[in-house]
C-alpha cells in the first residue's frame, strides 16, 4: 500500500483519538471527521481552538464563566483514567465543548489524582491549582459532522459542522499528561 493512502486510512483514528475509543466501546460509528489546517478553522472558533493554551481558562474567558464536567463515559486502565465528558457553564449548564480525554495519572501528584478521580473540575483546573507544570500542543484541528450522541450532549436540533482538535499536554519533562480531543458546538456571535 503507497504511504500517503495508508496515511490516509490511519489519520481519522489518530485525530480522533481517544474519542475513537468510546465510540468503538458503546458500538457507534464515529461520525465524519476532517483534518483541517489552523487557517481552515474559521472563527470564533479559530480563537479558541489555534492556540497552545490549555482549554479550560481559553472557554472560562469566552463564556465569562467557570466551567465544570458532565461525565458521559469513563475507563480506567493501565495507568491512564479516560472519560467522555461536555464541559457546561456553571451558570446555566450551556454545553461548551464535548470530547475525549485520556489522563497518565501516574504523573500527578495523589491529590492531583484524587481531583481528576472526583470528576467536577476540567483538568486545566486541576493543573493550574496543584501548580503543575504543562504545555499544550495541538496535534491537529478537525471538522467533523455532528452526530445524534452530539446533538443530545449539545443540545443541537440537526446535523452541523462542528470544528475541534486533538492536543496534547506535557509535563515539564515532555511526558505526556494526557491526550485530548476537543469538540466546540455551533457558536452564536
Do not use: C
Not at 17 to 46: A, M, N
Not at 48 to 58: G, K
Not at 127 to 135: A, N, P, Q, V
Amino acid at each position: 500500500m503507497p504511504e500517503s493512502l495508508a496515511q490516509h486510512i490511519v489519520e481519522p483514528v489518530a485525530i480522533a483519538h481517544p474519542l475513537d475509543e468510546f465510540y468503538e466501546r458503546t458500538g457507534l460509528e464515529l461520525p465524519p471527521i476532517k483534518r483541517v489546517s489552523g487557517e481552515q478553522v474559521p472563527e470564533p472558533y479559530r480563537s479558541l481552538l489555534v492556540h497552545q493554551s490549555d482549554m479550560t481558562s481559553t472557554l472560562e474567558n469566552f463564556h465569562q464563566d467557570r466551567i465544570h464536567l458532565h461525565v458521559v463515559g469513563r475507563d480506567r486502565r493501565n495507568g491512564h483514567y479516560y472519560r467522555e465528558v461536555v464541559l457546561q457553564t456553571d451558570q446555566g449548564n450551556k454545553p461548551v465543548e464535548f470530547g475525549a480525554i485520556k489522563i497518565n495519572l501516574d504523573l500527578f501528584p495523589a491529590d492531583a489524582q484524587a481531583q481528576v478521580l472526583q470528576e467536577r473540575h476540567p483538568l486545566g483546573r486541576i493543573l493550574k491549582e496543584f501548580g503543575i507544570e504543562f504545555s499544550s500542543r495541538p496535534q491537529g484541528f478537525l471538522r467533523i459532522a455532528s452526530d445524534a450522541l452530539m446533538h443530545d450532549l449539545l443540545k443541537l436540533s440537526d446535523t452541523q459542522l462542528l470544528y475541534g482538535r486533538r492536543n496534547t499536554l506535557l509535563d515539564k519533562n515532555g511526558r505526556h499528561l494526557a491526550e485530548i480531543v476537543e469538540i466546540l458546538p455551533p457558536i452564536v456571535a
